[in-house]
Nanobody, 126 residues
């Protein structure tokens, strides 16, 4: 049974940085395309970033480009989201998700991801 556990969230001031981590257990990270999504109160869960199995290609939502960086370490079964220049509108519960597919390309659709973590809260406030 694949499980995902996120960590690294917290309270940070505007302009600050955080690094989120997501550890996959019960399988090999190298078998999955990985994504990060977020959900703010009263809003739908939205795509943030995704990275292919091999790690050399990624995709970002417009709101994430230039500030957030997704990466992965398949040897450690861990995917990361480096978050820089944080804004109050980045406040949300952040989820990592795993996509099982024979093809190695990213997806922005929640429906394409089979496994989800419980989320880690990021709050950006002064």
């Amino acid at each position: 049974q694949v499980q995902l556990v996120e960590s690294g969230g917290g309270l940070v001031e505007p302009g600050g940085s955080l690094r989120l981590s997501c550890v996959l257990s019960g399988g090999s990270l190298s078998s999955y395309v990985m994504g990060w999504f977020r959900q703010a109160p009263g809003k739908e869960r939205e795509f943030v970033a995704a990275i292919i199995k091999a790690g050399y290609d990624s995709e970002y939502a417009d709101a994430a480009k230039g500030r957030l960086i997704i990466s992965r370490d398949n040897a450690k079964n861990t995917v990361y989201l480096q978050m820089n220049s944080l804004k109050p509108e980045d406040t949300a519960l952040y989820y990592c998700a795993a996509r099982s597919s024979p093809y190695d390309f990213t997806s922005e659709s929640r429906r394409d991801y089979m496994y989800w973590g419980q989320g880690t809260q990021v709050t950006v406030s002064s």
